[in-house]
C-alpha cells in the first residue's frame, strides 16, 4: 500500500462545469502522475508532477490542469468537461530509489 | 516517442493452460519494463518488472517474463493459469530519464474458464 487517496471515487457532472480531482499521498513521494484509462488505450499520461509546484504536461494534457501546492497533494482540473473526458483516472506515485509506479484506486468520472 | 504494443487484445484460457502475453517496446535506449495486472473493479498492482541483469525476471504468483533485447520484446508468461487470473494485463515501459513517466500498452483481458 503507497499511502494514496483519490477523492472523489466516483463522480457524474454535466458538460461545461469544472471538476477537480484530488490525490492525496501520505509519504512523501516527491514524482506523482495522473494518468486517464480508456478502453483500447491503456493508461495515458496527463500530468505529472516532481515536486512543489513543478509538473509537466504528458501525452493527454489538453482540457486538464495540475497543481501541486504541497507534497501531499496533487490536483487534476478539468477546466470545462467535456463527454470525451468521461474516463477512470488513476493517480500513481514513485518511491525514491525505485522505478515503479504505485496506484491509487481510481476516480470514474462521467460527464453528461 | 517511445510506444508500447500488445498485440493479443482478448485471450481465453481454460484452466491449467499456459499463458504468454506479447509485448514490444520501441525505444532504443536503456528501458525498464513491467508487467501490472488490473483485476475487476481494482487498481494497477506491479506483476513484475526488469530493469537491469538476468533477462528472466520472475513475478508474483507463479508469472515471469523474459526481456529480449534483440527483439524489442517482454513477454510475459505463466505454465498453468488458474481461474482467479482472470484480470487485464498491462505492459509498461519508461526511458532512464529524471520523469520516470510509464507508457503503457493498450492491455490484454484474460478471461480464465474454469
Known amino acids: 500500500d503507497a499511502g494514496i487517496t483519490q477523492s472523489p471515487r466516483h463522480k457524474v457532472t454535466e458538460t461545461g462545469t469544472p471538476v477537480t480531482l484530488r490525490c492525496h499521498q501520505t509519504?512523501?513521494?516527491?514524482?506523482m502522475y495522473w494518468y486517464r484509462q480508456d478502453p483500447g488505450h491503456g493508461l495515458r499520461l496527463i500530468h505529472y508532477s516532481y515536486g512543489v509546484k513543478d509538473t509537466d504536461k504528458g501525452e493527454v494534457s489538453d482540457g486538464y490542469s495540475v497543481s501541486r501546492s504541497k507534497t501531499e497533494d496533487f490536483l487534476l482540473t478539468l477546466e470545462s468537461a467535456t463527454s470525451s473526458q468521461t474516463s477512470v483516472y488513476f493517480c500513481?506515485?514513485?518511491?525514491?530509489?525505485?522505478?515503479?509506479?504505485?496506484f491509487g484506486q481510481g476516480t470514474r468520472l462521467t460527464v453528461v | 516517442a517511445q510506444s508500447v504494443s500488445q498485440h493479443n487484445h482478448h485471450v481465453i484460457l481454460s484452466e491449467a493452460a499456459s499463458l504468454e502475453l506479447g509485448c514490444n517496446y520501441s525505444?532504443?535506449?536503456?528501458?525498464?519494463l513491467f508487467w501490472y495486472v488490473q483485476y475487476p473493479g481494482q487498481h494497477l498492482q506491479l506483476l513484475l518488472k526488469?530493469?537491469?541483469?538476468?533477462?528472466l525476471v520472475k513475478g508474483i504468483k507463479g508469472f515471469e517474463a523474459e526481456f529480449i533485447k534483440s527483439k524489442f520484446s517482454f513477454n510475459l508468461r505463466k505454465p498453468s493459469v488458474q481461474w482467479s487470473d482472470t484480470a487485464e494485463y498491462f505492459c509498461a515501459v519508461n526511458g532512464v530519464d529524471s520523469s520516470y513517466k510509464l507508457i503503457f500498452g493498450s492491455g490484454t483481458r484474460l478471461l480464465v474458464r474454469p
Open positions: 500513481a506515485i514513485r518511491k525514491k530509489g525505485q522505478t515503479e509506479a504505485f
Open positions: 509519504e512523501n513521494h516527491r514524482y
Open positions: 526488469y530493469f537491469s541483469g538476468d533477462p
Open positions: 525505444y532504443g535506449g536503456t528501458v525498464n
